[in-house]
């Protein structure tokens, strides 16, 4: 193209070889970055959308899916459900842990078929989810109790209760479950027996 000497020959080729360097530049340049994007970062941390566990876990307990190996499969190894102050004498109630915690959710839709839990609030404050919700369904099932067997209304109920999960590593610790009892058995038609209460000595409804 240019003769030798001729000055322009020599303009050229430092064009074309400054041309050629950036070019070799640009594509290790991005390959090393695509490299780097690639690497794990090995000082991250694996963070848990707690709010979504806890949610799949109210999900699987639906009276229209009643996944109970799902819910299960979402709790520890040690994971345990307290329902209310469980544990705590004299106001404790049952504790469900192993086997056990697919068995509560059973229970529960023995007399509920159709159990729905309305999320109205879920709070998270890091491994710890606080739930604001109505425990809704129809009482179309036998309700055991100490005193016998209630047999179904068909009452609707539309009970006020606060959940309370804990997590750790993306599984679910501990459950501490909160329903206002007394208004979910007004609403099912089995009322309080204030009579016998009354008529029984104290030491005998304290020992009871």
Same mark, same amino acid.
């Given at each position: 193209?240019?003769?030798?000497?001729?000055?322009r020959?020599?303009?050229?080729?430092?064009?074309?070889a400054?041309?050629?360097?950036?070019?070799?530049?640009?594509?290790?340049?991005?390959?090393?970055?695509?490299?780097?994007?690639?690497?794990?970062?090995e000082?991250?941390?694996?963070?848990?959308d707690n709010?979504?566990?806890?949610?799949?876990?109210?999900?699987t307990?639906? $009276?229209?899916?009643? &996944? =109970? *190996?799902?819910?299960?499969a979402?709790?520890?190894? %040690? +994971?345990? !459900?307290?329902?209310?102050?469980?544990g705590?004498?004299?106001?404790?109630l049952?504790s469900?842990?192993?086997?056990?915690l697919?068995?509560?959710?059973?229970?529960?839709?023995?007399?509920?078929?159709?159990i729905?839990?309305?999320?109205?609030?879920?709070?998270?404050?890091g491994?710890?989810?606080?739930?604001?919700?109505?425990?809704?369904?129809?009482?179309?099932g036998?309700?055991?109790?100490?005193?016998?067997?209630?047999?179904?209304? $068909?009452?609707?109920v &539309? =009970? *006020?209760?606060?959940?309370?999960w804990?997590?750790? %590593? +993306?599984? !679910?610790?501990?459950?501490n479950?909160?329903?206002?009892?007394?208004?979910?058995?007004?609403?099912m038609?089995?009322?309080?027996?204030f009579?016998?209460?009354?008529?029984?000595?104290?030491?005998?409804?304290l020992?009871?």
């Amino acid at each position: 193209m240019f003769k030798q000497g001729d000055p322009r020959r020599r303009a050229f080729l430092r064009t074309a070889a400054i041309g050629v360097a950036a070019t070799q530049f640009g594509v290790f340049g991005t390959a090393r970055a695509q490299s780097d994007e690639s690497k794990p970062d090995e000082e991250s941390e694996i963070t848990y959308d707690n709010e979504a566990i806890v949610r799949q876990a109210y999900h699987t307990a639906e $009276g229209s899916v009643m &996944d =109970v *190996p799902g819910f299960v499969a979402l709790f520890a190894d %040690d +994971g345990v !459900i307290n329902l209310g102050h469980a544990g705590v004498e004299p106001l404790g109630l049952e504790s469900y842990q192993g086997d056990t915690l697919g068995g509560l959710v059973v229970s529960v839709a023995t007399y509920f078929p159709d159990i729905h839990r309305e999320l109205h609030r879920v709070n998270v404050l890091g491994d710890m989810v606080a739930v604001e919700l109505s425990i809704q369904g129809t009482f179309l099932g036998p309700l055991e109790t100490p005193a016998g067997i209630v047999q179904p209304t $068909g009452a609707k109920v &539309d =009970v *006020p209760t606060a959940d309370f999960w804990y997590l750790r %590593d +993306g599984k !679910i610790e501990m459950f501490n479950c909160y329903v206002m009892v007394s208004t979910m058995l007004a609403q099912m038609g089995v009322m309080p027996d204030f009579a016998s209460a009354v008529a029984a000595p104290v030491a005998e409804r304290l020992s009871s």
